[in-house]
């Protein structure tokens, strides 16, 4: 374990933000994490996991703790259901395709969302029909004031909309090092609801679909609509989809009768961001080395050079502009750093 001193984090965020960590380090081992909180060298400390949900504005004065815990494991296997237990530091997409290949299902339509497993039950994080919660057993977490682990069942995490109690009451209070899934074998339940899924079925000819099946669709539609983080710096989804109420929703469609929408409750209605941002005129438009995706409304782009701190004043812009247009807030799903 070894504590270097001003390190861009360029590499470690996937909007490609250059910024410098005071310090900054790389555990491996629950012992070196562990060792790392007891000291009091470093005062300020700032954990970073696989950078994919974060926007930095600016440097880190502070030792900046890299979350390269690794390795994955089946805990136990019945003929219907299987527990596998990931480290923090694993790689989403390769976790699911890991699962994929023992033809362990549930996280089919979760493939090629960035970050790593440990950071994937803080927001909850969920694609097409289906989110993180869905097969999520426990997790197991340092509590940063005992240096203890402990672990958190789902009714633990009171999961929600992009969100846990990871970013509410727990902020800053633990570390997850690990997280187990409870995955289904054999009979697996898909999730297809989505169109876009169905008409790739359709364009691929399959009849009769695979959890392979639905991974690989879900990478194709992701691919044809948003930026690979190597290429572009980006984030994915930088706006939540706002949830408002159903008159709130009523007086939308006085002036955008074919507004899309979600049912959320009986009282509330879920709006795509992406189509607000979009007919707020923001889809495709660039500032020199930044702007929104022509692709995704929803995503906002570093083209390369740009300062966090640009982008910031772009989501805030569009967030002023749409809140202007539709009388909707919409929040930032992205971690402002």
Known sequence: MQILNDISLKPYNTFGIDVKAKHFVSVTTVEELKTIFSSEEFPQKFILGGGSNMLLTKDIDALVI???LKGK???S???TEALIESKAGENWHEFVLWTLEKDFGGLENL???PGNVGTSPIQNIGAYGVELKDTFHSCNALNLETLEIETF?????KFDYRNSIFKQHAKGKYIIISVIFNLSVGDHKLNTNYGAIT???ENRNIDQPTIQDVSKAVIAIRLSKLPNPKEIGNSGSFFKNPVIT??????LQENFPNAPHYIVSETEIKVPAGWLIEQAGFKGKTFGNY???KKQALVLVNYGGAKGKEILELSKLIQDTVARIFEIQIEAEVNII
Do not use: M, P, R
């Open 73 to 75: 494991k089946i805990i």
């Open 77 to 79: 296997q019945s003929n």
């Open 66 to 68: 890299h979350l390269n």
């Open 291 to 293: 702007g929104v995706h």
């Open 111 to 113: 493939s090629l969302i």
């Open 246 to 251: 159903k008159d709130a929703f009523s007086k």
């Open 153 to 157: 069942t789902k009714e633990d995490c």
């Open 199 to 201: 008409s790739e079925f």
